[in-house]
């Protein structure tokens, strides 16, 4: 049974270590996004009052920043707490869907590695025993081989996954920030009615 799982073990390693390749060019993208956007976003957020809200909108970096766009979303329905909170709720799980295939490729590229190296350390000792010493080599190549890959998926997923998750945590920072703002400059009404 286990002989027969090296085939798959090494064609998921095969589609990891692809995927992880992919994975890092999306990073990389991302990563000039967060550096330039990212910065200025923040950059707004942390200068943000109730006197420059409403004009918030006009200031947002144009691109592909996801933030920027649900504080967009926010600002237009700041009337609506519930709405502003499901809008927090909906970036929460887009988060989580982003930090899906790191955490995946973090805990099963070195378990696949290990099943890779393990499966073919059987056949290698067969070989050794019986003289074979070609069987053994090739066997103990594909063990080898299949460790370095394993290794190298679960670090491109730590590796991104360590950086998403900060990025992220400061993007919720700057969202519950702005959803407070809005909530307490909806809560306050002007009072047009003469004093006594």
Request: proline share 6%.
């Amino acid at each position: 049974i286990s002989s027969g799982l090296l085939v798959p073990v090494i064609l998921i390693l095969i589609f990891f270590f692809l995927r992880s390749l992919l994975l890092l060019g999306g990073f990389f993208s991302q990563y000039l996004t967060m550096r330039q956007s990212g910065t200025m976003l923040h950059r707004e957020v942390k200068q943000l009052t109730a006197d420059n809200l409403s004009s918030l909108a006009d200031r947002l970096p144009k691109g592909k920043l996801p933030v920027a766009a649900c504080i967009a979303k926010m600002l237009e329905h700041s009337d609506s707490p519930a709405k502003v909170n499901y809008l927090l709720d909906e970036y929460e799980c887009m988060v989580e869907r982003e930090l899906e295939t790191p955490k995946m490729f973090t805990k099963m590229g070195p378990m696949l590695g290990l099943m890779g190296t393990l499966i073919p350390m059987g056949p290698a000792l067969v070989g050794l025993s019986s003289g074979d010493i070609a069987s053994m080599a090739y066997n103990m190549q594909i063990a080898f081989a299949t460790t370095v890959v394993g290794l190298f998926a679960g670090a491109v997923g730590y590796v991104i996954l360590q950086a998403r998750q900060r990025w992220f945590v400061s993007d919720l920072a700057s969202l519950e920030f702005i959803a407070g703002m809005t909530a307490k400059a909806s809560s306050v009404e002007p009072t047009n009615a003469p004093q006594p």
